[in-house]
């Protein structure tokens, strides 16, 4: 069973404007959350994480919001740029060691 | 500073050989962890290491065996391969599994079984 969703296998945006990347999450357990970046042929990153006491985390061009009633959390990247584009994974945890990942959303920033 | 190197990075098996996986970090983490990924899936946690000389199962572990025989050193083994093992590994790891829960990831080993 898949426990974080993302919906969307790619997502498509101008230079400047705003990415919204979204995820679902099935398992009201979960207690933190966090979003990877990742390039090809490289590992993933980490760029920014939410715990389940707060709705909001933002660094720089990154904010990441979290709707625990809907089970949702979304991640803003405002403005975008061309090295933005890159495979976005959302991750969740329960208990320490067992993180869930989604199947990721590739963004492509067109210049 | 070299963060998660795994070795090898390509590999091509034919089903029933065996081979081992081997991620090293330089940077004392506690904790350790192999993934799969797999198009459409994500990445899936095979086992984990909580410290040296302890290993446990994560989502996936059937066909895999692990050793953490050095803090600094995890190995993932596959002692029969199958082609559904085609997949790209991942390791990674952390300082601890806290509310700061970063994993580093090393660059990947991509395995093709024929």
């Known amino acids: 069973d898949q426990q974080v969703k993302q919906n969307s296998p790619s997502l498509s945006v101008q230079e400047g404007r705003i990415s919204i990347l979204n995820c679902d999450y099935t398992?009201?357990?979960?207690?933190?959350f966090l979003w990877y970046k990742k390039y090809p042929a490289e590992g993933p990153t980490f760029l920014i994480s939410?715990?389940?006491?707060?709705d909001k985390n933002e660094d720089g061009r990154f904010t990441v919001f979290l709707n625990k009633s809907a089970k949702h959390l979304s991640l803003h990247i405002v403005p975008s740029q061309p090295g933005d584009s890159a495979v976005y994974f959302c991750?969740?945890?329960?208990?320490?060691?067992?993180?869930?990942f989604g199947a990721g959303t590739r963004l492509t920033v067109k210049p | 500073n070299a963060g998660v190197t795994q070795t090898p990075k390509f590999r091509v098996l034919k089903t029933g050989q065996s081979m081992t996986l081997l991620c090293a970090q330089d940077?004392?983490?506690?904790?350790m962890y192999w993934y799969r990924q797999d198009p459409g899936m994500g990445l899936r946690l095979i086992h984990y290491?909580?410290?040296?000389?302890?290993?446990a199962k994560g989502e996936v572990p059937d066909g895999y065996n692990v050793s953490r025989l050095k803090k600094q050193n995890f190995l993932l083994g596959l002692e029969s391969a199958a082609p559904s093992q085609t997949s790209v590994y991942f390791c990674?790891?952390?300082?601890?599994?806290?509310?700061?829960?970063?994993?580093?990831f090393g660059p990947g080993t991509r395995l093709t079984v024929t």
């Open positions: 940077m004392n983490h506690e904790y």
């Open positions: 990674a790891s952390s300082y601890t599994s806290g509310s700061s829960y970063e994993q580093y």
């Open positions: 991750a969740a945890s329960a208990i320490s060691n067992d993180m869930r």
């Open positions: 939410i715990s389940s006491i707060k």
């Open positions: 290491s909580v410290g040296e000389g302890t290993t």
């Open positions: 398992n009201s357990m979960f207690d933190y």
